[in-house]
Structure formats: structure tokens, C-alpha cells
């Protein structure tokens, strides 16, 4: 395969890990600001969110560098601070379901340019994020439905202790 043969899958792979350097910096404010707001719990599960963005940015790179391309490390945007939980959860859905949809027609792409190797770290890493979207719609329906005090007494280690 040529570079010219993968141009396309170069170009997807390093829009995604603009996309996920963006998503490893929002999630690094959210756990901070969760963090501050006593949401121990909560504050651990966006660590791990950002250590799987974090993991997903490096399974870019040497894509990239495997293919012969130079990978660019910048964010596609700065983080943006939510001033409550359903506006963290929301953001944080909307583009998680952008890059579900961006992954999905880069995998598409890289099957047509015959990169099988682009094609299937787009599919797994698609598939990852729609674990995201899931987790992140529970979380919107259990804050409507428990309301955000008892939701944040749920999401703290020691509610006592805040």
C-alpha cells in the first residue's frame, strides 16, 4: 500500500486524535471539577474515561506512523466547564456520539481503500464509544429520575465526610 492509498485513512486517523486529545482534556477538567465537588465516585469513573481516550489517542498515533504519516498532537478544542451534571452529561454525549459517527464512516473509508488494518481500529474504537454513549444515557435518565441531590449523595465515597 501505497502513502497515496492511505492519504484518506491519514487524514481520518488524525482527525480522530484531535478528537480524542479534545476528549482526554475534557475529561481531565471534569475529573477536577467533579473532584471539587466532592463526587469522588464520579470524579474516578472520568479518570477512567480518559485513561480509555488516552489509550485510544495512542492506538492513533501509531496507526499514523505506521502508515507513513507524521501525526499532529493537538486538540481539535479547548475543554469546556459545565456548570452542572446534566450539562457535563450532555456535552459530553453529543460528542461522544459525533465520534461514534465519524469512527463509523472512517472505518467505511479505509474498507474502500482497502487499509483493513485503519478499517478495524476504527470499528473497535466506534464500538468503545458507544459503550461511552451507553454509560452516559443512563446517567442523564438516573438524574432525572433520582434529581441531582440524590444523585450526588450517590456518587460520593463518604457523603458524611463532604
Known amino acids: 500500500m ?13 482527525t480522530a486524535l484531535s478528537m480524542e486529545l479534545t476528549a482526554i482534556q475534557q475529561y481531565l477538567l ?3 471539577v ?3 465537588w466532592g463526587l469522588d465516585r464520579l470524579a474516578n469513573r472520568m479518570r477512567e474515561e480518559m485513561g480509555e481516550e488516552l489509550g485510544h489517542a ?3 498515533i501509531d496507526r499514523i506512523l505506521y502508515l507513513e504519516g507524521l501525526p499532529k ?6 475543554p ?24 463509523t464512516q472512517a472505518a467505511q473509508d479505509a474498507a474502500k481503500d482497502n487499509d483493513i488494518g485503519t478499517a478495524r481500529l476504527f470499528e473497535d474504537i ?9 454509560w452516559l444515557t443512563r446517567q442523564i435518565s438516573m ?3 433520582m434529581g441531582e441531590p440524590t444523585y450526588m449523595l450517590a456518587q460520593m465515597e463518604d457523603p458524611q465526610a463532604a
Open 80 to 103: 469546556t466547564q459545565a456548570k452542572g451534571l446534566d450539562a457535563l452529561f450532555r456535552a459530553d454525549l453529543g460528542e461522544e456520539r459525533g465520534a461514534v459517527q465519524f469512527y
Open 2 to 14: 501505497t502513502n497515496s492509498d492511505t492519504s484518506k485513512s491519514i487524514e481520518n486517523l488524525q
Open 34 to 36: 467533579l473532584d471539587d
Open 30 to 32: 471534569h475529573t477536577h
Open 58 to 60: 495512542g492506538r492513533f
Open 143 to 145: 438524574l432525572e429520575k
Open 126 to 134: 466506534a464500538i468503545e464509544e458507544e459503550g461511552h454513549v451507553d
Open 73 to 78: 498532537v493537538e486538540a481539535a478544542k479547548a
